[in-house]
DNA sequence: TTTATTTACGAAACCGTTTTCGTCTTTTCC
DNA sequence: GGAAAAGACGAAAACGGTTTCGTAAATAAA
């Protein structure tokens, strides 16, 4: 079947193609009984415009695009989910693309929007993304940018972030007052903005708490989980002194952590307490139940998504910013 | 900054438009040396085409549909990952949308297919689907539609699927084998698919074995997580006879039984062994560790991908059918 | 009644690429 | 040396909407 077009209906009742038009976009040119009559024709035939005509002549494109390093996880699928919750209700659609914590990905598809296929993006960094510039030359295009969790502090742009500091902060001191004493820190990149700000909050509960940081605690893990199990696992066997609490920058370090104890026969929270930054639901009943640091992933997306239409919209939201608290949730792994 | 077109780089090198279009395409008509010269300016200038033109001079999109319920869940987020590879190595875009699980929202997405938005869709129906209609509409506006994972066999399309019948079967007949008498079947939808599939093993099983099949056993679980707890809880408190084993045929009633059985002090799987489909990682780290039935979601997001391609391309697809197995993997959960 | 205004519609340009036909040189071949 | 062929490019028509600018008729104001 062909898809009909407005010259289709235009054709079928004698009327002028911008007619049609104006009719189906509810103008105020057109006398009600012609759009009752082009909405009843429309109707019938199964008209649908086309999406693409339109973008081409109106310079916009009512889709907006998603940047995300992976989709498999749970901070980012529930953000995606209320960003989406918020596109829909305004009438967007949302081109969700993965860099796989790739910058060489993120680059490419940051060049691709260049192209006025997105009339804005929402974007959490790649752990490799060091430098702005492909960031600055799309935003150079007039394509808003507004980062959600993983911001780049180097670009200046409207940002949608947590409390990772405090997060950070108050996760090691949660373990401080539980009665740990050797507290070592997972992170993911030596350069992401949320992994560097939780260990500052660390370090700076331990320092509150009058506990030495050692450079030693900080145990830099990867993309790749055979590897992070190694590493945790020796930094597990390490003796005096050993490390008695252990805080994890980011979800998928949760299965490694538990895995390795488990096969070290060392027992949470007794022999070492454990505190995840995730939003697994499932997180109730591992055993023991783990402690998290839960972040508003949905609200995040939301907000983020919000604040992308006021920009697409025209209004300068450069310098907003804005934070939703993480929350610290007590639960077995963690409590003596 | 101004986008820079076609017309800004013949204007710039004393070209017609159509000269700087063959070039970029590296037509036969083009010179080499006018080539050259086109591609340097178009790489200094930052040129990149826009896509809405393209898509509507070529009336293709170089972008597919995926139309899931869900993005939080593990079997359709790796499922993805697997659509989006193949895609995006043959350079096509990826418009995920959410269905939430509600016909309603499936049919809006589908009649907006219609448009010529995307060149094909994959699908993974909602559980209140019950009609193809809308999926034939699309069909017949000649835009191909693959099933991956849930279809509706009323619909004659491609599809992508894996072996629900007999994972069914095996997650019961492992439960019988491991002294289980009184199994429950955990449903989704009465009228899905791969629901109805599993169950359809869960019987047969059950039969194979010369166990009775008792309509109480099978249980209707909903789309809400408050509500499924109240039901498993119910479920499992029933005496003579009392269950001693579960068949969970979706990811999201994990931590529901878990909990259920946590909150009612029954032991796993000492009182109740429990399988549960899911493809979560972390099932390794629950205590006890989750057997499951792991299905192949990145495989099929790829076959599925693949399948989809060559149905864009021409050939048809219709009556394809694939079938990847899932895999047993028993642990801790099931085993005495 | 004449003029001004409103109402309802149409013609045509436009958005940026692609592609089909020319057309003008230059080369090749007999 | 003349005809045929090949090479290199340009003009213009699409693709399907949107929007600006006319304009004819109907109504209101003077």
């Known amino acids: 079947m062909k898809h009909v077009t407005i010259r289709a209906l235009a054709r079928e009742l004698n009327l002028s193609v911008s007619t049609i038009s104006k009719a189906l976009r509810d103008s105020y040119?057109?006398?009600?009984?012609?759009?009752?009559?082009?909405?009843?024709?429309?109707?019938?035939?199964?008209?649908?415009?086309?999406?693409?005509?339109?973008?081409?002549?109106?310079?916009?494109?009512?889709?907006?695009?998603?940047?995300?390093?992976?989709?498999?996880?749970?901070?980012?699928?529930?953000?995606?989910?209320?960003?989406?919750s918020v596109m829909k209700a305004m009438g967007y659609h949302v081109l969700i693309?993965?860099?796989?914590?790739?910058?060489?990905?993120?680059?490419?598809?940051?060049?691709?929007?260049?192209?006025?296929?997105?009339d804005g993006v929402l974007l959490s960094v790649s752990r490799e993304t060091l430098s702005g510039e492909h960031i600055r030359d799309l935003a150079a295009q007039d394509v808003p940018v507004?980062?959600?969790?993983?911001?780049?502090?180097?670009?200046?742009?409207?940002?949608?972030?947590?409390?990772?500091?405090?997060?950070g902060y108050a996760?090691?001191?949660?373990?401080?007052?539980?009665?740990?004493?050797?507290?070592?820190?997972l992170g993911i990149s030596e350069?992401?903005?949320i992994s560097n700000r939780r260990m500052e909050g660390y370090r700076q509960a331990l320092a509150d708490h009058r506990l030495p940081f050692r450079t030693g605690n900080v145990v830099a893990c990867t993309n790749d989980?055979?590897?992070?199990?190694?590493?945790?696992?020796?930094?597990?066997?390490?003796k005096a002194p050993r490390p008695d609490g252990i805080v994890a920058s980011v979800e998928k370090l949760?299965?490694?952590?538990?895995?390795?104890c488990n096969d070290l026969r060392l027992r949470i929270p007794s022999d070492v307490k454990v505190v995840c930054f995730s939003n697994l639901e499932i997180a109730t009943i591992l055993h023991p139940s783990l402690t998290?640091?839960?972040?508003?992933?949905?609200?995040?997306?939301?907000?983020?998504?919000?604040?992308?239409?006021k920009a697409i919209k025209g209004n300068n939201v450069m310098s907003a910013e804005m934070v939703i608290p993480s929350v610290l949730i007590p639960r077995g792994s963690s409590t003596r």
């Open 29 to 84: 040119e057109i006398s009600a009984e012609t759009k009752q009559r082009v909405l009843a024709l429309a109707a019938t035939l199964n008209y649908t415009p086309n999406p693409y005509a339109s973008s081409l002549r109106g310079k916009k494109s009512r889709t907006i695009g998603v940047v995300v390093p992976e989709v498999a996880d749970s901070f980012f699928s529930l953000a995606i989910n209320g960003i989406e």
């Open 97 to 118: 693309c993965l860099t796989h914590e790739q910058f060489d990905n993120e680059k490419l598809i940051l060049k691709e929007f260049q192209s006025g296929r997105v």
């Open 146 to 167: 507004v980062f959600f969790d993983r911001v780049l502090d180097e670009v200046q742009a409207a940002r949608i972030v947590t409390n990772d500091f405090e997060s």
């Open 171 to 185: 996760a090691t001191a949660h373990l401080v007052e539980n009665g740990c004493r050797e507290i070592v820190y």
């Open 191 to 193: 350069s992401l903005s």
């Open 225 to 238: 989980a055979a590897e992070n199990y190694k590493t945790v696992k020796k930094m597990l066997q390490r």
């Open 254 to 260: 949760t299965t490694t952590v538990y895995q390795a």
């Open 292 to 309: 998290t640091i839960t972040q508003p992933a949905f609200e995040m997306g939301r907000a983020a998504a919000s604040l992308l239409l």
